[in-house]
């Protein structure tokens, strides 16, 4: 046992002394943040200017298409009912469109189009980004098939913008038509905000769905990118050990089994240490935003519940021990980094299973699929923990999810020690299946 710890010291302060350590420790969490940051500060910002030609068959829509980059709403009492309500405005087109409107009442939209078609190919002054035909039918029929033509096959915001433009436009009218008052109709269709509440066991309201809907993102981030970042050290130290041969001198000193465990358990440690340290950063940067949120009457301490960290620690642990295995294996029966990713591409593949299924697990916790993963091998840590922070799971689903991954270790370890007995001081080709197989039976 002594000779595992001190494997195990080896490891956690050979990793956390390197620079490369410190820098990712403590520059990561920025850096996320700023993945995050700049492309939002892009798009609000802008992508730049459309020039868009519009022709109106109806005649009716020049007034629509006058201000184009305006808000929706510009009364100011309406503005501050909205945000008193928390009601949210849809999603504004990051660009800024410069409309050429051209009245066409009277006459074929389609055939009076093709000279600005034209200009979809041009350059220069003349260049248009797009061109949006309103037919005259529009006016009577709902039915009616608008049309937009651009130089990208993928400008769909733009075409969302003009839609939405033309067709409360055209609702205005036929309302207007029909002897209704504009007024009215923005009194009449003005949509109700929607505030999610979700209910515990004990009858408790939690309220804020979409940063539920967050954390579990982020959490199950940091939950699994670790045990892969760090399962992946291991397999990489095994191998440099196994390629110079340092590791002939320390099983001369060590079981195989204790240099095993000293390794996959001081690794852990490094992961730990590495996520309590985001984890108080966060905290840290948090702590303004929590009492803002606290004084516009948000409950923060709905969203960082004790149990979220105990449940954290102890998924971790499940994950990390799951998963170093498979690395672990790699790195002994291979006898390069390169040999060694081969091996454990496909089966990593299969492990991040959950992550991929990650929204629909998410948006519905007691799922079929959702219960199913959380039960099961290898799957349960990162899926169990996703649930108990988003919903409220059976106790029992819990304690048969811990149960069945440490029944799981217990036989990724035994098989592990096994093969690493062996693999750790063979040298030529990789091993087969089959001779894997061999080696679980006379290990």
Request: proline share 5%; hydrophobic share 50%; aromatic share 10%.
């Amino acid at each position: 046992m002594n000779k595992m710890f001190a494997v195990l010291k080896r490891e956690y302060l050979q990793a956390v002394r390197k620079k490369a350590f410190i820098i990712m420790t403590l520059l990561f969490p920025f850096l996320m943040l700023a993945l995050m940051a700049v492309p939002a500060l892009v798009a609000s910002k802008g992508m730049g200017e459309k020039k868009i030609a519009v022709l109106d068959g109806t005649g009716l829509l020049r007034q629509a298409f006058a201000r184009p980059n305006a808000k929706e709403k510009t009364d100011p009492k309406k503005e501050a009912r909205d945000a008193m309500s928390g009601r949210r405005r849809g999603p504004e087109l990051p660009s800024q469109l410069l409309i050429d409107y051209h009245d066409q009442a009277g006459s074929d939209v389609k055939t009076d189009a093709k000279p600005y078609l034209t200009r979809l190919a041009a350059e220069g002054a003349q260049k248009l980004d797009g061109v949006f035909i309103i037919p005259a039918g529009a006016k009577d029929s709902p039915d009616t098939q608008l049309t937009y033509y651009s130089r990208s096959s993928t400008d769909v915001m733009t075409q969302e913008r003009l839609a939405r433009l033309t067709n409360k436009a055209m609702q205005r009218n036929r309302l207007a038509a029909n002897g209704i008052h504009p007024e009215d109709v923005d009194r009449l269709t003005l949509e109700m905000p929607v505030e999610a509440v979700q209910i515990s066991k004990s009858g408790e309201q939690k309220t804020g769905g979409e940063m539920n809907f967050l954390f579990g993102f982020v959490f199950a981030a940091l939950l699994i990118l670790p045990s892969f970042i760090y399962g992946n050290e291991t397999m990489r130290g095994i191998v440099q050990e196994k390629s110079e041969r340092v590791v002939e001198v320390l099983i001369s000193s060590v079981t195989p089994t204790q240099l095993l465990m000293g390794k996959i358990l001081g690794v852990a440690a490094v992961g730990l240490t590495q996520i309590g340290v985001w984890l108080i950063m966060g905290s840290l940067a948090g702590a303004y935003g929590a009492a803002t949120a606290s004084m516009a009457g948000i409950n923060v301490a709905q969203f960082f519940r004790p149990s979220i960290f105990v449940f954290f620690f102890i998924f971790f642990i499940l994950a990390y021990l799951t998963y170093v295995c498979v690395y672990a294996i790699a790195g002994a029966v291979s006898n390069t980094e390169k040999e060694a990713q081969q091996f454990v591409a496909p089966i990593s593949m299969v492990m991040m299973a959950p992550w991929f299924l990650m929204f629909p697990i998410i948006m519905n916790p007691d799922s079929k699929i959702a219960v199913g993963f959380s039960l099961a091998p290898v799957f349960g840590p990162i899926t169990m923990f996703v649930r108990t922070l988003v919903a409220e799971p059976p106790m029992w689903h819990i304690v048969v999810s811990i149960a069945v991954s440490i029944a799981t270790i217990f036989l990724f370890m035994w098989i592990t020690a096994k093969i690493f007995r062996v693999g750790i001081l063979s040298y030529g080709k990789r091993p087969t299946i089959p001779e894997l197989w061999r080696w679980l039976k006379v290990a």
